[in-house]
T-cell receptor
Framework: SQTIHQWPATLVQPVGSPLSLECTVEGTSNPNLYWYRQAAGRGLQLLFYSVGIGQISSEVPQNLSASRPQDRQFILSSKKLLLSDSGFYLC??????????FGNGTRLTVT | AQSVAQPEDQVNVAEGNPLTVKCTYSVSGNPYLFWYVQYPNRGLQFLLKYITGDNLVKGSYGFEAEFNKSQTSFHLKKPSALVSDSALYFCAVRDGGGANNLFFGTGTRLTVIP
């Protein structure tokens, strides 16, 4: 069966520090991969999605970037974090018409 | 462009009573609609989806949703609410492009009162 792993679960980083959040999927190949951000426990904002290795689409301009170095690995990065980058970051995958499957999220606090 | 609206930020219902969480949609073409639930500090869990077929869709944990094309609605329902149903519920619509992106509503917090 397919599983999705996200880490770390929580992260506290100072303003100006770099960021790297990792997401991996097991049990499937060539999934579509997504990064969402959820602010204040409410609506989800699609940040990036990828339909294949090295293919990244950005939905909103911001301080973050994403990479997909391997088929089932999706990384969210920043060179210098801002206070406004705080939030709950969710990785997800889907394939064809299957529902979106989410990881357990990373709560990022920028201090 | 695809979008969904959840008009209620908060829904309170007594345990054992029926519950409804509302969602309306706007799409060009056929709607692919979804409901997800989120418990505190967790990712979203899939409940049910409508792609085509019967207007009443049954999903996990006793939930169901009714697709109404004339009212462009996809309300989530359950005949008898449990305290454990208290969570944040999201309606979503899938775009028709190759990326299969989901666009989510703003969420409705359901509180079931014992």
């Amino acid at each position: 069966s397919q599983t999705i792993h996200q880490w770390p679960a929580t992260l506290v980083q100072p303003v100006g520090s770099p960021l790297s959040l990792e997401c991996t999927v097991e049990g499937t190949s060539n999934p579509n991969l997504y990064w969402y951000r959820q602010a204040a426990g409410r609506g989800l904002q699609l940040l990036f999605y990828s339909v294949g290795i090295g293919q990244i689409s950005s939905e909103v301009p911001q301080n973050l970037s994403a990479s997909r170095p391997q088929d089932r690995q999706f990384i969210l990065s920043s060179k210098k974090l801002l206070l406004s980058d705080s939030g709950f970051y969710l990785c997800a995958w889907t394939q064809k018409t299957s529902p979106l499957h989410f990881g357990n999220g990373t709560r990022l606090t920028v201090t | 462009a695809q979008s969904v609206a959840q008009p209620e930020d908060q829904v309170n219902v007594a345990e054992g009573n029926p519950l409804t969480v509302k969602c309306t949609y706007s799409v060009s073409g056929n709607p692919y609609l979804f409901w997800y639930v989120q418990y505190p500090n967790r990712g979203l869990q899939f409940l049910l989806k409508y792609i085509t077929g019967d207007n009443l869709v049954k999903g996990s944990y006793g939930f169901e949703a009714e697709f109404n094309k004339s009212q462009t609605s996809f309300h989530l329902k359950k005949p008898s609410a449990l305290v454990s149903d208290s969570a944040l519920y999201f309606c979503a619509v899938r775009d028709g492009g190759g990326a299969n992106n989901l666009f989510f509503g703003t969420g409705t917090r359901l509180t079931v009162i014992p």
